[in-house]
Structures are given as C-alpha cells and as structure tokens.
C-alpha cells in the first residue's frame, strides 16, 4: 500500500478553528474570573474599603472564637460549652468547628499566609477565603451541572453566574447562615453525580456519590442535607417510571441499590457527626420524647400563598424588618430569585417534553406546596407526620432552595432552546410562548394596577407594619414599576430572538446583564457593611464584664433586658443560665417553661397601668414567683444577675452599677449556693410534670431538699461538717475533692446530660442520678473521696474511627474505579478503530 495523505485543512476550515472565542476555549479560567468579578461588584466595600460582614447571626459563632481556640491552643476539640444554658453539647449541637474537608483548605492557606506575612489579621482572613471559596464553588457546581445536562458554555456561565447572586443565597453571607451556604455549594453536583450513578451504575460514580453525600453532611446544615435527598429521591423515582415504561427493570432495582448504597457510604463518612448530632437529638427540643419538635414551632416560617407575589414584585409585602408585614416573624429579604429567571423557567416548562427537564418543574412545585407549611398544608402536614426525621426542622420555607436550583436549570435550558432557535420550524412553540408573555403581563398588570389605584387597600392590608406602611407601600410600587419595565425588556428580547433579530450569544448577555442588575438592586437593599474594628469594638470588655472577671470562680451569670446578643459574654469566658441556641437541651427549655423564664423574672416585679408600666410594692410581688425564681438561681450557681433597671429585691444587691443610662448594672445573689453543693434530704419523684410544677411551686428549696427521679442505693443523712471542694474546672473535666462524714447527695450544678459524662469516684465510675430535673448528683458514702467527672462520649470516637476509615476505603475506590473506567473507554476505542 502506498503512504497515505491526510488531507490539508481549507483556509475556511482554518478560519472557523481561529474563530473560537476565547472565553469558550478556556471556560474554566472564564467562569473562575467571571465569579470573582461579580463578588468583588456585588461586595466591593468588604475588598476595598476595609468593611466586614457583621450580621445579627453571626454574632453567636464569633461570641465563642476566644473559647474554641483557647481550646485548640491547649489541644483539645471541644466537644462541650459550659458558656450558654449552664452548659450543653458543643460539637453535637453543631456549634463547634466541624472537620470540613473544603473548609479546610481555607483554612489552612489563611494560616499560611499568616505565617508569611504576619501583619495579617487571621480571623479576617479566613472569613474572606472561605467567603470567596464557597461562593465560587456554588458557582462552579451550578457550571458543572448545566454542562453535564449538555447545556452550551455560555448558558453554563449564567447559570452559574445567577445562582451564586441570587437573593436568598447572598443572604446566607449577609445573615450569617454560613453553613447553609456551605451545604447548598454541593446541591447541584449531588444531583449531577445520582444522575451519573444510576446512568452508568459503576463504582466509580458509586463511591464519587458516596465521597458527596458525606461531604454534605460534614458540611453541617443537615436540614439542607434532609432536602437534598428529598429531591434525589424524587429524581430517582422519575428515572424508574422511566426505565419501568423502558422494560428495564433490572436497572431500576440496581440503580435504587446504588443509590441506598452511596446514601449509606456518606452516612458512615460522616459519622463523626451524625453520630453525635443523632445522639444528642434525643435530648434536645428538635427531638426529645416526643420525637421531634412541635407543629406550631415546626412551622413557624412557613411561606404564605400571599407571598408568591413577592416572586414578582419583591417588596408586595414590603421588604423585611418593620416594613415586612407577612405572617413569618423576624424576616429580613424577600424569597425572592429573580423575575428574568421565573420568565424562562416557564419557557422551558413550554418548550420541553423531556421527563428530565420536567422534573424539575415537578420538584418547583412540590418544594413550593411543602413550604406552605401551616398556611396551607395540603402536604406539609403528612410530610411532617409520616417522613421520618422531617419532624424535627422548622421553617419550612427553608425549602425554597430546591426551588432557587430549579429555577436556575429550567432558565438555562430555556435559553439553550433560544439560541438554537429555528424561527420556520417552531411556529407553534413562539404562539405558545406568546400567551404565556400575555399570562405573565396579566399578572404583572393586575398586581401593579392593585398597587396604583388601590392605596388605601394596600394599607389596610400592611396595618400589621404600623408607622412603616407608607413606605411598605412605596417599595412595593417602585419594584411593580420596575417589574412592568423589566418585564418589557425580557419579552421585547426574546421576541426579536425568536424572529432572528438578535444574535444568539447577545441574548444570553442581555439576559445575563438585565438578571444581575435585578439582583444587585434587591441584594443592596439587606447587605449591610460595617467597619471591621466593629468587630472588635463589639466584643469590647465593658465595665460591668471587667468586674466580673475579677471575682472568684466559679459562678454563673443571668443577663436580662440586655442589649447585646444572648451569647455575648461567652467571648469573655463569662458562664451563663442565658443563651441562645435553636437546639437546647430539652430539660432545660422545659425548666424555663415552667419558671417563665427569662420573662417572668423581670415581670414580677412590674404591673400595668394606665400609659405604661410600673414598679410592685414587696407586698404585690408573687410569693411563689419570687420563691421559685431564687430557688432556681440558687442551684443554678447565678452569682450575679446583670439587669438595666433598679430591682426591688432585698436579695439582689447592686455592686457595680451601670455605666451609661440604659446598660446593665450587676447585682449580686448572696444566697447563690457553690457549684458542688449537699441538701439535707432528697424526693423522689417519676412523674416529670409533678416534678415541675414543685420547682415552680414556691416550696422547692435546693439547700433543704434535691428532687431526684429514682432512690438512692441507701437513706442520706445530713451533716454540717461534710465538705466538697472544686480542685479542677475545665471544659471536659471536673474534680474535686469531698470528705464526708454521713452518706451523702452530693448536687453539682452541671447540667445532665447522660451521653458522655462520666463520673469516678476514688476510680471506680459510679451512677450520676438527674437532682432538680437538670443537674447531676453523686451519692457518696462516708470518707474521703477523689472525684472525677469527664466528658468522652463514646459515639464521637467511634464516629472518628468510621469517618477516617471509610474516607480511605471511598478515596481507594474512586481510584480503582478510574483506572477501570480508562482501561474501558481505552479498549473501546480500540475496538472501534
């Protein structure tokens, strides 16, 4: 055979080659500058003029820094904070720093920048690099997703653009919901990889599922994690009606158990969390006897029907804060994720047969009916009752994620179907999106025409937002005007697409353009920058703080009426009954209850009158309020009770008063009793409810009598003389030394908390009984004895262990299964040629 020739490439050929954009020939690169251009327009005074993110949220996380890294400094992983509610879980209540594989990364390259130039503020730093990190790769996942669903590039890059700016999403930096961003940045890619996995159904995308999912759940928002399933559950059973009218059934029952499987995979990887967050839901409000929390707490955000106005007019119910006159309490922005968007998801809806593509228009609207919750729970209400877990989140407009994501992928394939728009063979599709124009500019027109004739009708409706609804109402109106214009915009664009008028790639600039324009001008509105010495300024020790570091420990504090955040004084290493905390042990919050607490404390001393309140005389003030409030400030170790106003109570005395009109002044309790404590007798009591209602009886006195749950191993007697003395106090150990003449309760005001703490008495463990419904007790015979309490629960270890170990057999079988995968597609290819 004579030598072959390849043919020579035309000059055309050439051209069309050297044409490529190069933006599409190194997308990569594009979407990365693409990403971190518009963070640095959307929050150019966090990178350029010296400004932070401070929000309300994140006040809590930065009030326990000095205390976790005090902890890490000392080489401990706190696994418990005696800080907030007289102590509860840490790590378990997912407040402690979590082992992030992402995160991490971030991490450590802040501290490697800190060790090369170290002028450099680390906690400033480390904020910046996981802000940029997470935002990009919510982006990046978004990019993937689209591409994989063989959207074109530049859709992809709008895609992704438009999902890390869209409202809701922003806010999850701007109120501090960091780990729902975190959470959120793997959404997309856990649903491109189940797709992968039941497609293929190879190890390979078996253990890249497994390595996802664990991820996630590492991440630390497991509501997110409980939705993220939700929908691949839902996108699994549309993939199996699919295969079923397929006759593929076979593939149905080995795409399922590989789905099972991958699920269980993440769930061991990340043991060392679920583990104990599944531990402690038993003894926190989210679960608890009664296996979850209450339908009234459960659905405390849920999203009003009213409020799918909002999906076209922003502020129709005014925009948050006092102008937001909606049924969801404390609601800063609006759910807000673009008109352009809502406008092609539609499209897509019309223009796509495909199952694939309707699913998610199916899990739009399943997401949106479960995000009614109370206010129409046509199917909230069963989910709550039947779906295991689901029971134990609120706000059920979290949801609302699933939706955002939707959106965004029916948006691209809206616009990949109009950039290969052919005009002559889609008649019937331009009618049909032509009537949807006329549907949508309907209610776009009725709402506006509601908002400009109908003043007074608006108002009466905003009357829950008071002084606030004249400019509730103006807000609403400018974002109708602006909506009608926009709407103007988008439809007169993809009209002239439609009839060949604009080029393709235009279209998807302007659409881009006119969508991150819509979203800065909502997003400015609830981003807010604060200088960042406010940080430090904020968590600057008062004078009330720098005299309450200089008593002696141990002792515990009750802030009332305080201006700052419930947390605050943990950033001092102040211990507090106090707190905030959205998974509080249950026992305490039952405690609370039955005392009225922290209310009551302050409104028994104060009456009604005619134009306001006014102080009680001794003589009105509750007997039994007053009673049972000390009692509780007695056993609870409250030293100090920090209140801005003059008590009348004899047992409160003022030792260090306030230093400016409206702070706290500090009150000391002479009657606190120590932290380690002996009562004279003990009853027992099963019934808890009968147990509560003594403490709040008035009769309850901790010093005469400790409320136990079940009897001691013999009778207890009194005697002045036994002593117990605190040797060491830290996070995850107590010891102390008790010498005792007579058997003996010894009550520890700690609270209880039976997974993890143990106690050992001159070495040997021995039972820690429940005294007072929320501390510990030790019984003790008589002698000298050395106690030790420490706090090592065992599901942590155990979780650490099959965490470390299944990361190493998923990280070897990623590997296995790409070196099979080549070798196959190489041997295919082969086959071919």
């Not at 856990?190 to 497994?210: H, R, T």
């Not at 807000?336 to 047969?353: E, M, N, Q, S, V």
């Not at 608006?458 to 009357?463: D, E, M, P, Q, V």
């Not at 968590?539 to 201006?563: C, G, M, S, Y």
Request: charged share 20%; with cysteine; proline share 6%.
């Amino acid at each position: 055979m004579g030598k072959q020739i390849k043919p020579q490439a035309s000059e055309k050929e050439k051209t069309q080659v050297q044409k490529v954009p190069f933006w599409e020939a190194h997308s990569g690169w594009t979407l990365l500058g693409l990403l971190l251009l518009l963070l640095l327009i959307q929050f150019y005074p966090m990178f350029f003029l010296g400004k932070t993110l401070l929000p309300p949220d994140a006040v809590a996380s930065y009030s326990f820094r000095p205390f976790v890294d005090d902890a890490l400094k000392r080489g401990i992983y706190p696994l418990w904070n005696p800080y907030i509610f007289g102590g509860m879980p840490f790590f378990a209540s997912l407040s402690a720093p979590f082992i992030d594989p992402v995160n991490d990364i971030g991490i450590g390259l802040s501290y490697l920048l800190v060790a090369l130039f170290h002028k450099m503020d680390l906690v400033e730093l480390q904020r910046i690099f996981l802000f940029l990190l997470n935002h990009v790769l919510l982006g990046w996942s978004m990019y993937i997703l689209l591409r994989y669903k063989k959207l074109s590039k530049s859709v992809a890059l709008y895609g992704a653009a438009i999902f890390m700016l869209m409202p809701p999403i922003v806010a999850y930096s701007a109120f501090g919901h960091n780990t729902k961003l975190a959470t959120t940045v793997l959404l997309p890619l856990l649903l491109l990889v189940m797709d992968a996995l039941l497609e293929k159904q190879n190890l390979l995308f078996f253990s890249i599922a497994g390595l996802l999912v664990g991820i996630q759940f590492l991440r630390a928002h497991v509501q997110i994690c409980y939705y993220t399933h939700l929908m691949l559950a839902l996108y699994f059973i549309v993939w199996a009606i699919g295969k079923f009218k397929e006759k593929e059934k076979k593939r149905i029952f080995s795409g399922g158990a590989l789905w099972i499987g991958a699920l269980v995979c993440g769930v061991l990887l990340s043991s060392v969390l679920t583990f104990s967050v599944w531990e402690y839901s038993h003894y926190s409000i989210r679960g608890g006897e009664t296996g979850g929390v209450g339908y009234e707490y459960a659905t405390g955000w849920s999203f009003s029907p009213l409020e799918l106005t909002t999906f076209f007019i922003p502020s129709f119910v005014g925009f948050g804060k006092e102008t937001y006159w909606g049924p969801m309490p404390f609601t800063d922005y609006p759910l807000y994720f673009g008109l352009t968007t809502l406008i092609l998801a539609g499209i897509a809806l019309i223009l796509y047969k495909d199952r694939k593509v309707r699913f998610f228009g199916l899990l739009s609207l399943l997401a949106l009916f479960a995000s009614f919750g109370k206010h129409f729970p046509i199917l909230y209400w069963p989910m709550y009752k039947f779906l295991p877990f689901f029971n134990k989140f609120r706000a059920p407009n979290m949801i609302h994620i699933l939706i955002q994501l939707s959106m965004v992928v029916l948006a691209g394939f809206a616009l990949e179907r109009l950039i290969h728009w052919k005009e002559n063979s889609q008649s019937k599709d331009a009618l049909r999106i032509k009537r949807y124009f006329w549907a949508i500019g309907a209610v776009l027109g009725l709402l506006f025409c509601i908002l400009l004739f109908g003043k007074s009708l608006y108002l009466n409706w905003a009357s829950k937002a008071g002084d606030a609804r004249e400019m509730a109402y103006t807000m609403a109106l400018e974002d109708a005007l602006k909506a009608m214009v926009l709407f103007g915009i988008v439809s007169t664009v993809i009209h002239m697409r439609i009839k060949g008028r604009i080029g393709a790639q235009n279209l998807v600039f302007i659409v881009l353009l006119l969508t991150l324009v819509d979203f800065w001008m909502i997003n400015r509105k609830f981003v807010e920058f604060r200088p960042r010495t406010d940080v430090k300024e904020y968590f600057k020790a008062t004078r009330e703080v720098e005299f309450l570091k200089n008593q002696p420990k141990p002792f515990r504090i009750f802030p009332l009426q305080d201006e700052r955040a419930p947390n605050w004084y943990a950033y001092h290493f102040l211990e507090n009954v106090w707190g905030y905390h959205p998974a509080k042990i249950r026992r305490v919050q039952e405690l609370y209850d039955a005392l009225g607490l922290p209310q009551q404390f302050l409104f028994k001393y104060v009456k009604q009158v005619e134009g306001g309140y006014a102080w009680r005389s001794p003589e009105e003030i509750s007997p039994q309020q007053m009673k049972a409030h000390r009692a509780f400030l007695q056993m609870m170790n409250v030293r100090y009770v920090l209140v801005p106003y003059l008590l009348p109570d004899s047992t409160l005395w003022p030792v260090s008063p306030p230093p400016y009109s409206g702070a706290c002044a500090v009150y000391e309790f002479s009657q606190a009793l120590p932290r380690a404590f002996f009562p004279k007798s003990i009853l027992v009591a099963k019934e808890k409810s009968a147990i509560l209602r003594y403490m709040a009886s008035g009769y309850f006195d901790p010093q005469e009598t400790a409320v136990l749950e079940e009897p001691l191993p013999m009778e207890i007697q009194f005697s002045p003389k036994n002593r117990a003395e605190i040797v060491k106090h830290d996070i995850h150990e107590i010891e102390l030394k008790a010498d005792v003449v007579t058997p003996c309760l010894l009550v520890l005001s700690e609270i209880y908390y039976p997974c993890g703490w143990k106690a050992f008495v001159d070495g040997k463990e021995t039972k820690i009984y429940v005294a007072n419904y929320v501390l510990r007790a030790l019984f003790l015979s008589p002698g000298a004895h050395e106690i030790r309490m420490v706090f090592k629960p065992e599901k942590f270890g155990l979780g650490l262990w099959i965490t470390f170990s299944t990361a190493g057999v998923l990280l070897v079988a990623v590997l296995v299964g790409a070196l099979y995968s080549r070798k196959r597609s190489i041997s295919t290819v082969e086959k071919v040629s």
